[in-house]
Each structure stands twice: as structure tokens, then as C-alpha cells.
């Protein structure tokens, strides 16, 4: 079988990291960081670059294909492992969720813009009822195997390359051609709204330009998830030892100048309609050709589509690799006669309907939780990547040790995922927009994040006869 070369790999990167993100975080963005907003997204790319080369470096130590769950067990056992191993496979089960959210809400948005009942929130609303109908296309889709999956990946990488492209080259034509400079606007009193920074959102410390940039470089890194995927693949990769630090920060510097040039283009077409824009898809908000800005809604509709098809596949499997390898009850890696884990799906659906109907689909609320809750395979990786290099027995002693690569870089990564982490504003998770507690996200952050990963251990270490 043919590996992947360096350029293939570089692709690859690029393909995990543009997704959905650039077309939704502008708005809050601009709104936090003003016309600093292009920084925080040279920010977000700096870390997410960090951050790939820490796994990708762990990938050096770990030689299975990588991730979090499998560092972290090299390094620390299965006591750590299997905590990163099943919030890994909520996460992504999060993240598929708010995935869904999103194409639902733009679908709703562009089909009845001016219908009322395509906004409700509540349980049986029509947003409600048409994710439950997405989530079934999407099982059909899976049902044909890994051929739709393959063609659905092709139309997302397709439609998402298409509509940048549009967007960037159509907006420089207007703003040269017109002579267009709406870019300050970014800075005007009620499109500027930097929110006080508080540790955990509840401990405030102040009101500055800077921390208005450092909340806004935590709604803009999730335009750059993906990049903790670029190494799980290793293994079907020629020399990742030596390609993988090459090609991840090549994938990340092509991903961040696509992602400043066109928040860039955008801010000069008007900051102000970005903003204040109700449309999921805040990046065409600045268009004013009607034509031009469909393009655009409708290359991120399809960018959307496939990367939903790809989380449906991908998702589920983690719980059935949990159960492959006894973290998890054996029943749930059970298949159809298609080749489809239908009650692993089905946890994974499940938790994917559920997060957006706690926070009623609020989309920037989603996706800061997308983003956060990566935060602990963010801390515990660099951590475990320290050990696997200070570890010289076994197949650990083979590997060629980097100072920079296995000590300064998973240094920093702690420190930085640190800061984002406390700076991220929870109260969004664990309060209603009235004021009083949510306890339906309060009861399901509970459920995923202790209650589940307290199962598997009881499951693991019972079935194991410890």
C-alpha cells in the first residue's frame, strides 16, 4: 500500500483544519476583538500549529496510529487513558452535534428567511424536528459505506474551497474596483462589544484591548479545529518522523493566510454587517450582491454537509476502538449487516442532539463548547509527551530526542491551553439566557464528563479482574 508523502500530508492538514469555522466565527470575532480580529486569528493559527506538533511529536514516541487516548496511555496507563479515551469520544460526538446545529440552522436560515417558527428552540420546534430528520439522512448515508463517505468528503472539500475562493476573489475585485473601506467600522461603538474578562467568566479581572483579543483567539480557534487529527494517521505516512514537523506547520501557515485574507476582505466590506447579522454564515453578511452572497452561503452549506457526513462516520467509531479494546462493553462495537455500529451511533446521536437542544441551539455557545472541550486533551497531551521522552526503556529509547520538539513546545502548549481554558466564560454552559441555572446542560456536562468516563472505569477494571 502507498503511503503518504510529504505533500500529501501537507494537503491532508489542510483538509482537516478549513471546515465550517470561517464562515461561522467572524461575527463574534470582530465583535470581541474589533479591528484586531485578523490578530486573534493569527493567534488561534499559532496554537493550533503548536498543538499539532505536540501530537504530531507524540505520534513519534506512540507508532500505532495516534491519538489522544493512545499517548496518553503509553505514558500514564489506562488510569488516564481511559478518562481521555471516553471524554475523546464525547467530545466528538460534542462536536458532530454542533456540526449539525449549524448546517440545520443555515439550511432554515436560506430555505424561510423570514419565517418566525424557523428560529424556535424549544423541543418540538421545526429546527428540532429537521436535525432529527438530518441525523437520519446521515445514517442512510451510512449505510452505503465508506464509498458515500469518500464522495461526501470530495463535495465538502469541493464546495468549502469553492467558496472561499469566490469570496476572496469577489471581494477584492468590489473593494478594488469600488473602492470599498468599511474596516473601521470594526471599531464603532455597538459593533465593538469586548466582553469584561473573568476567570471561568466569573472571577473579573478587567476590561482591555488585550483581553478582548485573548477571548476573541478562543472563538476564532474554533475555525482551526481539525489539527489534532493531522498525525492520527502515522502509520500510512512516509517518515512522519521527519515529514510531520515539516508538513504540519506548512498545513497551518496556508490555512491561517486563507483565514486572515478573507476575514480581512470581509472586514472591508463591512464589519458593521457581519456583527449584526442573525445568519449563521456571518461570512457573506458583508455582501451586498444577492448572487455573490448565495454562492457563498451555498459553498459553506456544502462544506457543512460533508464535514457532517465524515463526523457521522468518524464519531461512532471511537466508542466501538473504546470497546475494541475492553474500555468499553464489547455490545457497543456491534455491527449491521451494512457495517454500521447502529448503538454506537446511536449514543453518538443521542449526545449530539442533546448538547445543542440544552443550550437552544446557540450557535456561539456551541461552538466556544466545541472548542473547550478539547481543552483537556490540549493539557494532558503536551504532559504525556513530557513522559513518553523521558522515558528511554522499551521502544521510547529508539526514538531521537529534540529539546525543542519534546520540551519547549509541550511547555508552552500546557501554558497556553491553560490560559484559554480559565478565559473561556462558562456561565454560557451552566446559565439560561434569563439569568438562572440550566440544568439541562448542567445535568449533561455532569453525565458526560464524570458520570460516563466513572462507568468505563467500573466496566474496565471489573472485566479485567482488578
Do not use: C
Not at 458515500?148 to 463535495?155: E, T
Not at 441555572?437 to 458520570?451: A, C, D, H, K, R
Amino acid at each position: 500500500m502507498s503511503k503518504l508523502g510529504f505533500w500529501s500530508i501537507v494537503m491532508l492538514g489542510v483538509n482537516a483544519v478549513i471546515g465550517a469555522g470561517i464562515f461561522l466565527t467572524p461575527g463574534a470575532v470582530i465583535r470581541l476583538a474589533g479591528t484586531w480580529a485578523p490578530v486573534a486569528y493569527i493567534l488561534a493559527g499559532l496554537f493550533a500549529g503548536i498543538m499539532a506538533l505536540v501530537f504530531a511529536t507524540a505520534a513519534r514516541y506512540v507508532r500505532t496510529n495516534g491519538a489522544s487516548y493512545a499517548y496518553t496511555t503509553a505514558a500514564f496507563g489506562q488510569r488516564i487513558g481511559i478518562y481521555v479515551g471516553v471524554t475523546h469520544a464525547i467530545v466528538a460526538s460534542i462536536a458532530w452535534g454542533v456540526l449539525a446545529s449549524l448546517f440545520v440552522s443555515t439550511l432554515l436560515n436560506v430555505l424561510f428567511p423570514q419565517r418566525h417558527w424557523a428560529q424556535e428552540t424549544h423541543l418540538f420546534s421545526v429546527k428540532t424536528l429537521t436535525f432529527l430528520l438530518f441525523i437520519a439522512v446521515l445514517l442512510m448515508i451510512n449505510l452505503f459505506g465508506n464509498r458515500a463517505i469518500k464522495w461526501a468528503n470530495g463535495i465538502s472539500t469541493a464546495g468549502k474551497i469553492f467558496a472561499l475562493t469566490v469570496f476572496i476573489g469577489g471581494g477584492l475585485w468590489v473593494i478594488t474596483s469600488q473602492h470599498v473601506d468599511h474596516y473601521d467600522t470594526a471599531g464603532a461603538p455597538g459593533i465593538y462589544q469586548p466582553a469584561p474578562y473573568a476567570l471561568f467568566g466569573f472571577v473579573p479581572l478587567g476590561q482591555s484591548t488585550l483581553t478582548g483579543v485573548v477571548l476573541a483567539t478562543v472563538a476564532a480557534l474554533y475555525a482551526f479545529t481539525g489539527f489534532e487529527s493531522i498525525a492520527n494517521a502515522a502509520e500510512e505516512m512516509e517518515e512522519p518522523d521527519r515529514n510531520l514537523p515539516r508538513a504540519i506547520p506548512l498545513s497551518i501557515l496556508a490555512v491561517g493566510t486563507v483565514y486572515v485574507l478573507a476575514v480581512t476582505v470581509a472586514m472591508l466590506l463591512g464589519s458593521d454587517k457581519i456583527v449584526q447579522s442573525p445568519d449563521t454564515v456571518k461570512l457573506a453578511a458583508a455582501i451586498g450582491n444577492d448572487a455573490f452572497r448565495g454562492i457563498v452561503i451555498l459553498g459553506a452549506l456544502v462544506s457543512m454537509f460533508g464535514i457532517n457526513v465524515a463526523a457521522s462516520f468518524g464519531a461512532p467509531r471511537l466508542w466501538t476502538a473504546l470497546a475494541d479494546t475492553h474500555t468499553l462493553p464489547a455490545r457497543l462495537s456491534g455491527k449491521n449487516r451494512f457495517g454500521v455500529p447502529m448503538l454506537a451511533f446511536a449514543i453518538t446521536a443521542a449526545l449530539a442532539l442533546a448538547f445543542p437542544l440544552a443550550l437552544r441551539f446557540d450557535n456561539e455557545t456551541l461552538t466556544g463548547l466545541a472548542v473547550i472541550a478539547r481543552f483537556i486533551q490540549f493539557i494532558i497531551v503536551p504532559i504525556a509527551l513530557i513522559a513518553l521522552a523521558r522515558d528511554r526503556t522499551g521502544p521510547h529509547s529508539e526514538v531521537r530526542r529534540n529539546t525543542f520538539t519534546d520540551k519547549v513546545l509541550p511547555i508552552a502548549a500546557v501554558a497556553i491551553s491553560v490560559a484559554l481554558a480559565v478565559s473561556f466564560d462558562y456561565r454560557t454552559l451552566i446559565l439560561s439566557p434569563h439569568g438562572g441555572p440550566n440544568y439541562y446542560s448542567i445535568v449533561l456536562i455532569v453525565l458526560t464528563f464524570v458520570v460516563v468516563p466513572a462507568i468505563a472505569y467500573v466496566h474496565y477494571y471489573r472485566t479485567a479482574g482488578r
